[in-house]
């Protein structure tokens, strides 16, 4: 099944080919490490992990770069503010982000280039923009000149014309026009600045990531990527300079994902509307922000709710729940009745059933059909999905069931397949746990305890006031602790005599009926019991 993705270039969906068959070279922009990342570029990251994974598993050798711009006018900023050395508050920033990777278990790229470090790569991709007079020096500043660019506009569709200087750019007299953007920024007092043949100072925003995509994956590539606001100006720059410096330059595809909202307005540091990805992961776990994250396609804008945040943690502790279900019940049978048949055979114990095979196909088909059509995650989780996590624990039901030794054997081996092929899912989308079941369990209840305000000893022992109410016939104060302690995210499940709590989407409380209704209702009931004593 050929792999389609959505080039940003030529705004349509094209069939992915490498440029070096069986390798592929991919570099997405990353953070400019000043403060704490939050959910937008938790997205970025996420989705691109997701390609690289899918990559990998479609067979290709990878090298994915990743970029942290340590060197920025923000950062300057941030390190005055705190009387911190902007080079250390920086790294200090790039760990963090690191930090927040591992949690949401994305992988490491191949490459993560950080700007101090490659400052002669700058610098000869500046010197050769201004061999082929595509860049002109004034006061120390080096400044690219558009009007060499004939294609400037190519990826953004903005016309020349209506360009402004650039976001990160003020206006400057001196430029030859406007929309000139700087190479090279000419040192100034007390900001940290490199020696350069136009004297001591520091590169622009845009040119770093044409250096260092160069410097790591050549001129020629194959994906470029980052969020949509990248598109114009830092990506159309990157174009018109990577182009300026080589005549060659290309990349295959430019895919972007989209803008996470916050009350469907774009989450940014900028508008203060942020949440970091730290604050959301003290509460929620960090797989269940990868989960909501892969919840849209990565093209479409996400809105941030506390009701899908609190959706995708359910989501996540049922499939763990599913999954360690399975294992204990194909562990406790590989040491009980079918230990010598599962022993004296190896392998593939039995044929699987039908229902199996099918269950196998439909998730198999269905999970190729959405990656290969532009890495359409959204769907996956749903559908085949969990009709593979029903057949588990309906099978599981069955395995328990006294049955012939050839069907139980056979029921065993079907759910080792189709556990398998689900945790193949996981894997490429990142969820699969890097412990154990029983332990990202135990986490996501002490989030959904934390998310209520309580501690275990308190559910414990509301459950055990549930216990003496129920034996009291106390029927109304029992549903009430229920109903209290399911507002709160908690839910009470009865498994024969025994009563045990996991996390859920919290429900509202139905709100309290006005008096009036309150009387209306008294007075029905009271007349349908005069009816029924008559």
Same mark, same amino acid.
């Given at each position: 099944m050929e792999l389609k993705v959505y080039n940003s270039m030529t705004q349509q969906k094209e069939v992915f080919e490498p440029k070096t068959p069986g390798k592929v070279g991919m570099y997405v922009c990353g953070v400019t490490a000043y403060d704490l990342s939050h959910l937008g570029h938790a997205r970025a990251a996420v989705s691109f992990d997701i390609?690289?994974?899918?990559?990998?598993?479609?067979?290709?050798?990878?090298?994915?770069?990743? %970029?942290?711009t340590d060197v920025d006018d923000k950062i300057i900023r941030r390190a005055n503010e705190l009387?911190?050395? /902007?080079?250390?508050?920086?790294?200090?920033?790039c760990q963090e982000y690191l930090v927040d990777m591992a949690d949401l278990q994305c992988l490491p790229p191949t490459h993560q280039p950080r700007v101090s470090n490659h400052m002669e790569q700058i610098k000869d991709m500046i010197t050769q923009i201004i061999n082929n007079d595509c860049a002109y020096v004034v006061e120390g500043d080096v400044f690219f000149a558009v009007d060499k660019s004939p294609n400037y506009g190519q990826l953004s569709g903005q016309k020349l014309e209506h360009n402004r200087a650039g976001e990160r750019v003020a206006v400057d007299s001196r430029k030859r026009n406007p929309a000139d953007f700087a190479l090279w920024k000419a040192a100034k007092p007390g900001e940290p600045s490199w020696d350069s043949p136009w004297g001591p100072g520091r590169p622009g925003w845009h040119i770093e990531c044409s250096a260092?995509?160069?410097?790591?994956?050549?001129?020629?590539?194959?994906?470029?990527?980052?969020?949509?606001?990248?598109?114009? /100006?830092?990506?159309?720059?990157?174009?018109?300079?990577?182009?300026?410096?080589?005549?060659?330059?290309?990349?295959g595809y430019w895919m972007h994902n989209g803008h996470v909202t916050n009350n469907n307005e774009k989450m940014s540091k900028s508008l203060g509307n942020f949440f970091t990805i730290r604050q959301i992961t003290e509460r929620y776990h960090p797989l269940a922000l990868r989960h909501f994250l892969i919840s849209a396609h990565y093209r479409s804008p996400l809105n941030y709710t506390v009701l899908q945040l609190e959706s995708s943690s359910d989501a996540v502790f049922y499939i763990y729940q599913t999954l360690l279900d399975c294992e204990v019940a194909l562990s406790?049978?590989?040491?009980?009745?079918?230990?010598?048949e599962i022993e004296k055979k190896g392998g593939k114990v039995a044929p699987i059933t039908k229902s199996a095979e099918d269950c196998i196909s439909k998730l198999r088909s269905e999970?190729?059909?959405?990656?290969?059509?532009?890495? %359409?995650?959204?769907?996956?989780?749903?559908?085949?999905?969990?009709?593979?996590?029903?057949?588990? %624990?309906?099978?599981? %039901?069955?395995?328990?069931?006294?049955? /012939?030794?050839?069907?139980?054997?056979?029921?065993?081996?079907?759910?080792?397949?189709?556990?398998?092929?689900?945790?193949?899912?996981?894997?490429?989308?990142?969820?699969?746990?890097?412990?154990?079941?029983?332990?990202?369990?135990?986490?996501?209840?002490?989030?959904?305890?934390?998310?209520?305000?309580l501690v275990e000893d308190d559910v414990l022992r509301l459950i055990e006031?549930?216990?003496?109410?129920?034996?009291?016939?106390?029927?109304?104060?029992?549903?009430?602790?229920?109903?209290?302690?399911?507002t709160k995210g908690i839910a009470l499940m009865d498994i024969g005599k025994e009563t045990i709590w996991r996390p859920c989407v919290p429900v509202e409380p139905e709100p309290e009926a006005p008096p009036a209704e309150k009387e209306q209702k008294a007075a029905t009931t009271a007349a349908t019991g005069e009816e029924q004593k008559a």
């Open positions: 390609f690289y994974r899918y990559l990998q598993h479609l067979g290709y050798e990878v090298t994915y770069v990743r %970029n942290f009387g911190e050395n /902007p080079l250390s508050l920086s790294d200090r920033y260092m995509s160069a410097h790591y994956l050549t001129f020629k590539f194959d994906i470029h990527g980052g969020g949509i606001d990248l598109i114009f /100006p830092h990506h159309e720059n990157e174009i018109a300079q990577s182009c300026a410096a080589c005549q060659e330059s290309s990349v406790s049978a590989q040491e009980g009745s079918l230990k010598d999970f190729r059909t959405r990656m290969s059509d532009d890495l %359409n995650t959204s769907p996956i989780l749903t559908g085949a999905f969990q009709d593979a996590l029903k057949f588990i %624990n309906s099978s599981l %039901n069955l395995l328990k069931k006294k049955q /012939p030794k050839k069907q139980q054997l056979s029921m065993f081996q079907s759910l080792v397949e189709v556990e398998r092929e689900v945790k193949d899912v996981l894997g490429i989308l990142g969820l699969l746990p890097p412990g154990t079941y029983s332990e990202v369990l135990e986490q996501l209840k002490e989030k959904a305890l934390k998310r209520a305000g006031e549930r216990v003496t109410a129920r034996k009291n016939k106390e029927f109304s104060k029992s549903d009430q602790i229920r109903a209290d302690l399911t």
